[in-house]
């Protein structure tokens, strides 16, 4: 049943209840199931204070920022600096930084490197942007092609932005941070998207505004 119409079919039946003599035990409990369905509905409702965050950063709304988990890990990393070969949050790189991702978000183990990760035989390569989904890794190199080495990697959130930890200062300066793909810097760089096997739910997050 549609929880939206409890309230109103729990209300007639207290209104029965009433009229009709039923019992002050089953009142009670009638107004006691209301009470329960009306805090479930709230609970359901609420919108995480992480989620309002990055609905903001990305442009869309909080309700689609459907994974809590990976937001929060994010967040504990956000204006990390940018260290290579760093592994922790006195300076992280760019491959570590999207490995410890999957680890910790999906319990994945993937490669150390941004050119092992491009490389590796479970990666699907793609280079659709459009096809694009949270969870994705995306590729760089100065040349913006996939005969030179792979130089740097993104993870996709949605609606053209990833989380990287990177060298180029843009506006606030190295580190980990939120980028657009469609900055026309990403662009020039942009040598392939790829997916890596998750769960069906995982990969079924798009992420529209």
Sequence with gaps: MNTIFKPAILFIIIVALASCGGSKKALTEALEQQRRDSIALAKKNKIHPIQKKYASILNVRPEK???????????????????????????????????????????????????????????????????????????????????????????????NKFVHSTARRETTGPGVKISNLKDPYWQRLFVSAGRKPLKPEVLNSKLEP
């Design 65 to 159: 920022i459907s994974n809590i988990k990976l937001f929060e890990f994010i967040d504990g990393w956000m204006n990390t600096p940018y260290k290579l070969g760093g592994e922790d949050k006195s300076g992280i790189d760019c491959s570590f930084f999207v490995q410890y991702i999957y680890h910790d978000v999906y319990d994945v183990l993937i490669e150390r490197t941004a050119e092992k990760q491009f490389n590796a035989p479970d990666t699907d390569r793609f280079k659709g942007q459009k096809y694009l989904r949270q969870g994705d890794l995306i590729f760089f190199n100065p040349q913006g092609s996939e005969f030179a080495p792979i130089t740097h990697v993104g993870f996709y959130l949605g609606n």
